[in-house]
T-cell receptor, first 114, second 113 residues
Framework: DTGVSQNPRHKITKRGQNVTFRCDPISEHNRLYWYRQTLGQGPEFLTYFQNEAQLEKSRLLSDRFSAERPKGSFSTLEIQRTEQGDSAMYLC????????????FGDGTRLSIL | DQQVKQNSPSLSVQEGRISILNCDYTNSMFDYFLWYKKYPAEGPTFLISISSIKDKNEDGRFTVFLNKSAKHLSLHIVPSQPGDSAVYFCAAGSGTSYGKLTFGQGTILTVHP
């Protein structure tokens, strides 16, 4: 169990640029989740996948955000035309399928928009 | 609409004493509750969970209590250790959407030697 891995750990970009983050879940976990966390708040749910299927999306996930999990393994989260308000920590988590399975988080990607 | 609330932003306790962290929720559909611990520059680490069919779950020094009628849960840490100093988040999920967890704002716990 190597844990959930996220890359990059930090991303600094100019407003209007596109950014992409990657998440590698724990290998035997079929479910993968994305959350966003801002200072002083708890993580906020963005979306989740079971295998390749994106099963739920939050209203927070505007049209500028897209997430994929093409082969049911790693996932990418892309933000197009970044805005100042996108500055946050983006967290990925994974879990096994089944009732009451805890989600295990990676260390996140911190996005800073200049 | 804050469906999960941790009303105490911070808590300070002496080493060896009990730490009690509280969490309230409003959504009656929540039936699964978790506590996470977070150190700076790291992601949240899962600590302990409880489903709504139970009112207590224990794992070593950590015990979670659930009061469904009051929509309240608490995490007890006994005895508290300096290494327990971190931000603690409670989170809730429901049977209709096991993918989504709703988190509280967090409580900063400081355990003094």
């Amino acid at each position: 169990d190597t844990g959930v891995s996220q890359n990059p750990r930090h991303k600094i970009t100019k407003r209007g640029q596109n950014v992409t983050f990657r998440c590698d879940p724990i290998s035997e976990h079929n479910r993968l989740y994305w959350y966003r966390q801002t200072l002083g708040q708890g993580p906020e749910f963005l979306t989740y996948f079971q295998n390749e299927a994106q099963l739920e999306k939050s209203r927070l996930l505007s049209d500028r955000f897209s997430a994929e999990r093409p082969k049911g393994s790693f996932s990418t989260l892309e933000i197009q035309r970044t805005e100042q308000g996108d500055s946050a920590m983006y967290l990925c988590a994974s879990s096994q399928v089944g009732q009451y399975q805890p989600q295990h988080f990676g260390d996140g990607t911190r996005l800073s928009i200049l | 609409d804050q469906q999960v609330k941790q009303n105490s932003p911070s808590l300070s306790v002496q080493e060896g004493r009990i730490s009690i962290l509280n969490c309230d929720y409003t959504n009656s559909m929540f039936d699964y509750f978790l506590w996470y611990k977070k150190y700076p520059a790291e992601g949240p680490t899962f600590l302990i969970s409880i489903s709504s069919i139970k009112d207590k779950n224990e794992d070593g020094r950590f015990t979670v209590f659930l009061n469904k009628s009051a929509k309240h849960l608490s995490l007890h840490i006994v005895p508290s250790q300096p290494g327990d100093s971190a931000v603690y988040f409670c989170a809730a999920g429901s049977g209709t959407s096991y993918g989504k967890l709703t988190f509280g704002q967090g409580t900063i716990l400081t355990v003094h030697p």
